[in-house]
């Protein structure tokens, strides 16, 4: 566990040292503010007065949607692609498997370091649109709501990291890698839409898992093949990454 550690604290450093991540995560927290004031203007100009706390009530959840669709799977995809294929790319994986940690404690502490860099950005966007929600005069309404559902949200995110880590694995070059993984997700995406026959059985489909346990109720015994089918995709996509991980040369 130890060296688990030492070699997560590593990943992480290398993270913390590329500043696009800073820099989009200060993007992503500006179109969750600018969302609030594009909303309260709209309100002011279709009805010549607007009330804050009826418009801006529950801010969090409102954005959820960019935030979990768009800007998250975004992060993962980069995040994984610079720990992954771009260092075997240029052969430097070669320095971290020199150290005395096997190949698994380094497969799973990288895919570990891209969700905890995810689950980060997802708190600073939380905490940065609560207190727009504040600022701006739509008072705590949904406060612990939202928390509760970002919260929840990790759970089919980290599921979507071990799928992108799994792809990262296929790729051979870090621009067709992104490209891989950015293609795939956006089909599963579309398939889950646009077919609903099969869409309860995409993963991707649970990315808003909040909608299940908080939005429509659903009693607990129904969401328990819901919870299996998250777990069982997470589990092939960890051990398949693994195995590939495993099989390929520095």
């Keep these: 566990m130890e060296q688990f550690l030492a070699n997560l604290s590593n990943e992480l450093f290398k993270l913390r040292k590329r500043k696009k991540y800073l820099v989009f995560l200060i993007l992503g927290c500006v179109v969750c503010v600018v969302s609030a004031l594009r909303v309260l203007l709209v309100n002011f100009l279709t009805d010549g007065g607007v009330d804050p706390e009826a418009v801006l009530g529950n801010l969090m959840s409102s954005n959820l949607t960019f935030v979990l669709l768009i800007f998250l799977p975004l992060m993962a995809v980069m995040a994984a692609s610079d720990l992954f294929v771009s260092e075997q790319a240029d052969h430097t994986i070669r320095f971290a498997l020199m150290r005395p940690v096997g190949k698994g404690k380094l497969f799973f502490s990288k895919a570990l370091a891209v969700f905890v860099l995810c689950a980060v950005d997802l708190g600073v966007m939380y905490l940065v649109t609560t207190l727009a929600q504040v600022v701006l005069g ?9 928390l509760g559902a970002c919260l929840l949200d990790l759970v089919p995110l980290a599921v979507l990291i071990l799928f992108f880590c799994l ?3 296929v790729g051979r070059g870090s621009g067709l890698t992104v490209l891989l993984c950015l293609v795939c997700y956006i089909g599963l995406l579309v398939l889950g839409t646009y077919l609903p026959a099969v869409g309860g059985l995409v993963f991707t489909g649970y ?6 346990w908080i939005g429509i109720t659903l009693p607990f015994f129904s969401l328990l093949p819901r919870m299996g089918l998250l777990a069982g995709y997470g589990l ?5 990454g693994y195995w590939l991980f495993d099989r390929k040369e520095a």
Excluded at 236 to 240: A, D, P, Q
């Design 138 to 146: 739509g008072g705590t309404a949904g406060i612990l709501t939202s």
């Design 167 to 169: 792809l990262n694995q």
């Design 207 to 212: 990315l808003r898992w909040h909608n299940l």
């Design 236 to 240: 092939v996509f960890g051990c398949g």
